[in-house]
Each structure stands twice: as structure tokens, then as C-alpha cells.
């Protein structure tokens, strides 16, 4: 089931991202409204909230297209991430781990839900 689940969220996390210092984008990256399935089951929902967190403290850029980095987190109960590791393009996941570290990711909206959750990997591979 941690697999899955590491799996979904690499999908669900699929973001572009490039190092801050380099862009020249000043804004965050702005969501695209999705359509979304009448019944969402709530993990699915949760992972969408924390790309949409973090997806709020990237920049995008050019310069990290074709890299990637995993990052491996550790989340509490309240939503706080209290260990990351990236392995990867060096650059590329210091730009992840700085978006995680700033992310206002919210609580799980329930125990299932943050023990399918609390510690997973996010794949970072800008298109």
C-alpha cells in the first residue's frame, strides 16, 4: 500500500521546477482549475491539497528540464513535514526541498488518511 501510495503522490506531485535565484518568473506558479470526479476518496483530495501547496512555492524556469529528484518526506499529524531527503539533480532538489519547506501543507483530514501518507516519496521532474 506505501508503494501505491508513493506512487499516486509521484504522479499527483509531477511538477516543474526551477532554482529561484535563476528564474526570471517573480510570480508562483498559478493552478489550472481540473476537473475533478464527482467522488474523490479522501486520499486522493489530500494529495491534491499538498501539490497544490507546494506547486504554490515553486518557480518555474527552463533550467531543470529533463532532471528530476525524489524526495523522500516524513509528515506529522498536523501536516508538518519534519524530515525531507532528496536524491537527485543537486540544484533541482534544493529548489524541491526549499518549495516543501515553505509549503503550507495542511493536516490530514483523518488517521487513515495520514497513515497511507506520513512518509512517502515526491518525484520532481520539471516538463
Given at each position: ?9 509521484g504522479c499527483l506531485l509531477f511538477v ?7 528564474s526570471t518568473r517573480t510570480q508562483p ?98 516538463d
Open positions: 500500500m506505501k508503494k501505491l501510495t508513493s506512487v499516486c503522490l516543474s521546477a526551477c532554482s529561484p535565484h535563476k506558479i498559478e493552478l489550472q482549475p481540473q476537473e475533478m470526479a464527482p467522488f474523490v476518496d479522501k486520499t486522493t483530495y489530500y494529495l491534491r491539497a499538498i501539490q497544490t501547496a507546494i506547486q504554490r512555492k515553486f518557480f518555474i524556469g527552463d533550467n531543470y528540464r529533463g532532471k528530476t529528484c525524489d524526495v523522500t518526506i516524513k509528515m506529522s499529524k498536523d501536516g508538518l513535514i519534519y524530515d525531507a531527503q532528496g536524491s537527485g539533480y543537486p540544484p533541482l532538489c534544493e529548489a524541491a526541498l526549499k518549495a516543501i519547506k515553505n509549503a503550507d501543507i495542511p493536516a490530514p483530514p483523518d488517521d487513515e488518511t495520514y497513515q497511507r501518507i506520513k512518509k512517502t516519496i515526491i518525484t520532481f521532474q520539471p
